[in-house]
């Protein structure tokens, strides 16, 4: 019904920046709320940044300043610009969207597959 494609993952220099892009597809008339979580080795999946459609936005702390999220409604698509990275910041990112509603019925909740962010010397 609905897939999530991530792209922009890969080696990042501490310090330096790199962009994630999320599109979804499949009959999609609305998307509630999309977001980018993450998975650290060892650790749990963590909230990074969402976004709703009247554009609220929610950060964790420790990215506060430095990932900016955004979207385009009409392509679906959620991103999340990446500055100052940290090696902490490494993880497996995930897409995340919730309340999608699709010609085939509502959707709550729906992932992506992943992307590697490293970020290392």
């Known amino acids: 019904q609905v897939q999530l494609v991530e792209s922009g993952g890969g080696l990042g220099q501490p310090g330096g920046s790199l962009r994630l892009s999320c599109a979804a597809s499949?009959?999609?008339?609305?998307?509630?709320?999309m977001g980018w979580y993450r998975q650290a080795p060892g650790k749990e999946r963590e909230l990074v940044a969402t976004v709703g459609t009247g554009g609220r936005i929610n950060y964790t702390d420790s990215v506060k300043g430095r990932f900016t999220i955004s979207r385009d409604n009409a392509k679906n698509t959620v991103y999340l610009q990446m500055i100052s990275l940290k090696p902490e910041d490494t993880a497996v990112y995930y897409c995340?969207?919730?309340?999608?509603?699709?010609?085939?019925?509502?959707?709550?909740?729906?992932w992506g597959q992943g992307t590697q962010v490293t970020v290392s010397s």
């Open positions: 499949g009959r999609i008339f609305s998307i509630n709320v």
């Open positions: 995340n969207a919730r309340g999608v509603l699709t010609a085939s019925g509502y959707v709550n909740d729906c």
